[in-house]
């Protein structure tokens, strides 16, 4: 009977020869900042249905409005011009009404979706004390999911005005931007004043963003953290609309939500957005440190 062959030869461990162990490549470092690569955490997002639903619900609302216009009847004319009077006068008016229409709950629902599933859907699956034995450092796990959620919810914004000047332009013409006060723009100066108006949007948006992360680093309950989220919106806005409380309305963080309508104009006015920027930027930032001290001392069980 033959023997097999010898296989491939390796360092002996005998007494005499450990040293030969020693000689091979080194074990690779650990690096802290490579850990959770922002790849990774992009292609898990985007093959979640949550993600996919979001922005197919998102890229189909102009459809839908389009489809709601076609089987409107046409109403009586009105004594003065709105944006729902105005909607079917061009694409660039289209586009307007239906990122007005949503940037005050839709929107809203959206960012607090991405951010305020970040962590807690982590802890639902009890998944997150595994990701911290990997190790990864908890500051880095959180802004690693916190870049991914903004990146999302800054597509997501912009799909629609994109989606609705696609839509509007098919629809109703590449006619002039007219404003309920009737300055009008020309489509490529009103498209652009409608995408800005968006990127306003997104970052009035960012203190529900800092919000949600904040929830979502202190419960286990994703739907509890973007439900918190959204119900703060609708009450600052309710706030917003009690006139009683005057000059204190200016610390709301929905005070200037609607400011990026001054783009509409011909001239336009910046002092209430670069308010509404600056509101926004600081309450995120008050709201994101809070999240990020809240995850570093949370005693991770989940």
């Given at each position: 009977m033959t023997t097999p062959g010898p296989s491939t030869p390796g360092p002996s461990t005998r007494k005499g020869t450990v040293g030969a162990l020693a000689a091979g490549p080194p074990p690779a470092a650990y690096r802290p900042?490579?850990?959770?690569?922002?790849?990774?955490?992009l292609v898990r997002q985007l093959r979640r249905r949550r993600t996919q639903v979001t922005f197919g619900l998102v890229a189909a609302l102009?459809?839908?409005?389009?489809?709601?216009?076609?089987?409107?009847?046409d109403g009586p004319p009105t004594?003065?011009?709105?944006?729902v009077d105005l909607a079917q006068g061009s694409g660039t008016n289209f586009a307007v009404f239906a990122l007005f229409a949503s940037a005050g709950f839709l929107l809203v629902v959206v960012v607090a979706l991405f951010f305020g599933d970040t962590?807690?859907?982590?802890?639902?699956?009890?998944?997150?004390?595994?990701?911290?034995?990997?190790?990864i450092p908890r500051t880095r796990l959180l802004r690693q999911k916190a870049v991914v959620a903004a990146g999302l919810s800054l597509a997501a914004i912009l799909t629609l005005p994109l989606v609705a000047l696609l839509v509007g332009g098919l629809a109703y013409g590449a006619g002039n931007l007219v404003s309920p006060t009737g300055e009008s723009l020309t489509f490529a100066a009103g498209a652009g004043r409608v995408?800005?108006?968006?990127?306003?949007?997104?970052?009035?948006?960012?203190?529900?963003?800092?919000?949600a992360l904040l929830l979502s680093v202190s419960t286990d309950a994703p739907?509890?953290?973007?439900?918190?989220?959204?119900?703060?919106?609708?009450?600052?806005?309710?706030?917003?609309?009690?006139?009683?409380?005057?000059?204190?309305?200016?610390f709301l963080p929905t005070r200037f939500s609607t400011a990026w309508s001054d783009l509409l104009a011909t001239d336009v006015d910046w002092d209430a957005m670069t308010?509404?920027?600056?509101?926004?930027?600081?309450?995120?930032?008050?709201?994101?440190?809070?999240?990020?001290?809240?995850?570093?001392?949370k005693d991770v069980t989940s």
């Open positions: 900042g490579s850990t959770l690569p922002l790849r990774v955490e102009p459809v839908i409005l389009w489809i709601a216009f076609s089987l409107a009847p004594g003065s011009l709105n944006l962590v807690a859907a982590e802890a639902s699956w009890s998944s997150l004390r595994y990701l911290l034995a990997a190790p995408l800005l108006g968006a990127l306003y949007v997104a970052v009035q948006l960012s203190w529900v963003a800092a919000l739907l509890g953290a973007v439900g918190g989220a959204v119900m703060a919106s609708i009450v600052s806005q309710i706030l917003n609309q009690i006139t009683a409380l005057e000059d204190l309305r200016d308010r509404g920027v600056f509101s926004s930027l600081t309450w995120a930032l008050v709201l994101g440190a809070a999240a990020v001290y809240r995850f570093g001392r």
